[in-house]
Structures are given as structure tokens and as C-alpha cells.
């Protein structure tokens, strides 16, 4: 055990086995979680602050220390003998500082200060140490942070190790955050009881709804595997420099309410789920009509709907049939087998997929409240994807009845002009597909 447990015993449990693979992918870059808020009511870091400890309290494995033991080469999450989270604030001028620092590098004059900040923190890793001997004492597992925009706008940023806390349980997080926040604002409420049992639970996936929270995990297993089998060897999405270092970066791909609705009205009618259209729209305008992939074997003009059956159709049977996915062993083992051996993939790129999607988007329907309680103005979430990963992964939320898609890329392994180009051509063939299911006689 880590030297603090001469500060008692501190209570703790190893990782699981999907939490050990995270720990292994996130020192190289993959599965910062950043959820990123922008704010035009000034946020107060104290009543911030105090709102996450009471997070931590209620999650305790929120509050722990990841911690790498160098003997037996495992990982383990240890309960903090430290106060827990400091939020971290940025002034004007510092922050103003940070964002000419940004600005300066390639390919950023088409984006925002919010998004540049968004990405900022998705390529902060305070995990890519943690097997050095000088984190003996572990690593916090969460972070938050708030800037201060030149025009009276804020953002807070929440960052977190993957392991305890995905993209789907973040905005569960961010939800409850909120509510904790209002809470604390209408006078303290009730007292906040504190969990003295220590036990570092995966506490965190009790607020999702109705046990989902295991399949949150198991479907983004399955979406990486099934598309890492798909699509191992394509290489149509050129790779732009191999060479150079890597950091995440992040395109936005949003429709308009009507075209939402009819593409989920299309989604419905076809019996697919969204991710399949996605699918289907990434690999057409990925590939011009002119690859052939394992499982999907396209011929020029092919409509997206067809496409989009057929992905979705692959992916539900490998769903339903194949219980040996279930078994997160194996996925486990692919993982690890990429990271540790990089020349397994094509160009040593570490890329093991085209394209990975989530099952379900996030839907968000609470937006109008939040603008009204904290001035919640837009927000991003999404993880980081360039150590081993997908060329890109696509964080879809449904919000206000809108489509909103993250997608985080490894630059410069591709360039922003190409993913730019690339997810505007996915947005034309989505709002024609849903043009195309709002005409009749289909
Ligand atoms: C802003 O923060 C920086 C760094 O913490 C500090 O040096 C500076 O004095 C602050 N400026 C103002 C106006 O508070």
C-alpha cells in the first residue's frame, strides 16, 4: 500500500476489470472526461466548491486517489486522507493569457474562446505519471476549474478519470450538480449526510436511472469492439502526420429542430436507433462511396437509410447473439494488446477504429431551467480520444429537441479542416435523409 497508510487505514479496493483498462489507456491520452459549462451568470467558486464536496460525499469513489502500485503493476482507488477537490479559478487576465496562448496554435481562427478552453482541458492529464515513483501517494480522480471570459460569460470546467466516471454519467453528474447548487443557494437546505462508512464504491453509477449504468459501460465496450472489428483496416480517412505529438481536439456537428425530429422520426420508422444513421453518414462521407469495409461492402450512391439499416442491423445482432461480448474479458484483452503494442495498427496510429458512437444519445431536456438557475448558456461533453482510440468518437446529446454532436478527433493525426470537411459532409447527408423521410412516397 501507498505510504499515506501511516494516516490510518485507508479503506480502498482495486479496479475493475473495464476500470483497469482505462487506467492503462488513459496515461496515453484516452478518456479524459471533460464536461465543459459556459455561464453568463458569474458562477461563486465557494458555493462551487462546496457543491462537489458534497458530490464526493455522496460518490465516494469521486473523492478517492487513483494509485498504481509498481510492485504488482495493478491500480487501485484509495480514499483521500486530504480534503477533497479545489476548484481553481481563472481571472480575466489569466485567463485572456491562456486563450492568446491557444489562439497562436494552427487551425483555431474558426473557434470560439468557450471550445478553445473545452480543449485546453481535455488535453490536461494529470494521469500520464501516475506509474512514476514521485505519485506513490495517488492522483485525484476530479478536477474543476473556472475561467473568466472577456465578455461577461464563464465557463466552469469538471474533469474526470474515465475510470470512475464516463460521458453518460458526467451529465448525470453535471445534473446533480445542479441541483445541489440550487439547494445550497436556497440556504443550506437539508444537511448533507455524510457517508462516514469510507467505502470507495462505485457509488457514481447509482444515480443513473433504472440499473443503466452497467450497460452505459457494456455498450461502449461494444461499440469499440464491434467497430474495431468492422474497421481495423481502413485507412481511407487519411492520416495527415503520424509523426508529431498528439492532442485531442473537437468538431461540433449540430441540426437544426426540424431536421432532428425527422431524422429521429426516420430513425424510428426504419426501426434503427440514432447511432445508426450516424454511422452510416460517417461512412459515407468518410469514404466518398468508394471503400469496401469488412462488414459493410458499399457500392457508389448507396442511400444513407439502407446504410444505416445495415450498421445498425450488425450491430444489433453482434448485441443480441454473440454473448461472448458480454464477457468484457475480451475486449480487456484487445485493449490492452493495442496499447501496449502500437504497431498493431495501421501506421502505429493506435487508431482501432474509424468511428466509435454511443448506442443512446444523451437527452437533455431540462436546458430552459438550467439557463435559468445558473445561466447555462451551451455545455460540451465529451473525452479525449488520442492515446488508443478512434479516429473519431462521437458524443451525441439531444437537446432542447436539437441534435448535438461532440466529435473528438487525435490531432494531428488528422487536421481540423479535415474533420471539419468531414462532418460537414455527414451533416448534408443527414438533413437530406431526413428531407428524403419527410417526402411521402419513400
Ligand atoms: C489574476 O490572477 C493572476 C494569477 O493568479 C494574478 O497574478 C493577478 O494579480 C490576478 N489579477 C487580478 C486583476 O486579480
Not at 99 to 113: A, G, M
Not at 305 to 334: I, V
Not at 398 to 416: E, F, N, Q, T, W
Amino acid at each position: 500500500m501507498p505510504q499515506n497508510s501511516v494516516h490510518g487505514s485507508p479503506t480502498g479496493r482495486a479496479v475493475g476489470g473495464t476500470e483497469n483498462s482505462w487506467c492503462r489507456a488513459v496515461p496515453g491520452g484516452t478518456g479524459v472526461v471533460t464536461v465543459a459549462l459556459l455561464l453568463s451568470k458569474p458562477p461563486e467558486a465557494s458555493l462551487l466548491q462546496s457543491a462537489l464536496h458534497t458530490l464526493q460525499n455522496r460518490h465516494a469513489v469521486l473523492g478517492s486517489k487513483l494509485h498504481y502500485d509498481t510492485t504488482t503493476n495493478t491500480f487501485s482507488f484509495i480514499k483521500s486522507p486530504i480534503p477533497p477537490l479545489q476548484v481553481k479559478s481563472f481571472n480575466l487576465s489569466s485567463t485572456c493569457h491562456l486563450l492568446q496562448s491557444l489562439i497562436s496554435s494552427p487551425n483555431t481562427h474558426s473557434v470560439s474562446p468557450f471550445h478553445l478552453i473545452l480543449e485546453h482541458e481535455l488535453n490536461q492529464n494529470p494521469w500520464c505519471n501516475l506509474k512514476s515513483p514521485s505519485y506513490d501517494d495517488g492522483t485525484d480522480v476530479f478536477f474543476a476549474n473556472i475561467y473568466t471570459l472577456p465578455d461577461a460569460k464563464w465557463v466552469v470546467v469538471l474533469r474526470l478519470h474515465t475510470a470512475v466516471c464516463d460521458r453518460t454519467t458526467a451529465v448525470s453528474l453535471l445534473r446533480e450538480l445542479i441541483g445541489v447548487v440550487r439547494e445550497k443557494e436556497d440556504g443550506g437546505g437539508r444537511e448533507e449526510k455524510v457517508r462516514d462508512d469510507g467505502e470507495v464504491s462505485l457509488g457514481i453509477e447509482d444515480f443513473i436511472p433504472s440499473g443503466k449504468a452497467k450497460k452505459a459501460l457494456w455498450v461502449r465496450g461494444v461499440d469499440m469492439l464491434s467497430y474495431s472489428v468492422n474497421s481495423l483496416r481502413l485507412t481511407n480517412l487519411k492520416f495527415k502526420d503520424v509523426k508529431s505529438p498528439r492532442s485531442s481536439e473537437v468538431v461540433r456537428l449540430q441540426l437544426n429542430r426540424d431536421d432532428t425530429e425527422s431524422l429521429l422520426a426516420g430513425c424510428s420508422a426504419k426501426g434503427i436507433k440514432l447511432c445508426g444513421a450516424l454511422v452510416a453518414a460517417a461512412l459515407i462521407a468518410g469514404f466518398y462511396h468508394s471503400a469496401i469495409l469488412n462488414t459493410h461492402s458499399m457500392k457508389g450512391g448507396e442511400k444513407l437509410w439502407e446504410l444505416a439499416k445495415r450498421s445498425y442491423m450488425a450491430f444489433a445482432n453482434s448485441k443480441n447473439c454473440n454473448k461472448h461480448f458480454s464477457d468484457m474479458a475480451d475486449l480487456n484483452f484487445l485493449m490492452r494488446k493495442a496499447i501496449e503494442n502500437p504497431g498493431l495498427t495501421s501506421a502505429s496510429s493506435l487508431r482501432t477504429s474509424f468511428l466509435s458512437v454511443f448506442e443512446d444519445p444523451v437527452i437533455e431536456t431540462s436546458d430552459e431551467i438550467y439557463r435559468e438557475i445558473v445561466g447555462l448558456e451551451d455545455y460540451i461533453g465529451c473525452a479525449s480520444v488520442h492515446g488508443m482510440g478512434p479516429s473519431i468518437a462521437i458524443f451525441d446529446t439531444i437537446r432542447g429537441g436539437m441534435l448535438d454532436c461532440a466529435c473528438v478527433y487525435p490531432s494531428p493525426l488528422h487536421s481540423r479542416e479535415q474533420m471539419e470537411e468531414l462532418l460537414h459532409n455527414m451533416k448534408r447527408l443527414l438533413v437530406d435523409a431526413a428531407a428524403h423521410n419527410r417526402v411521402p412516397n419513400e
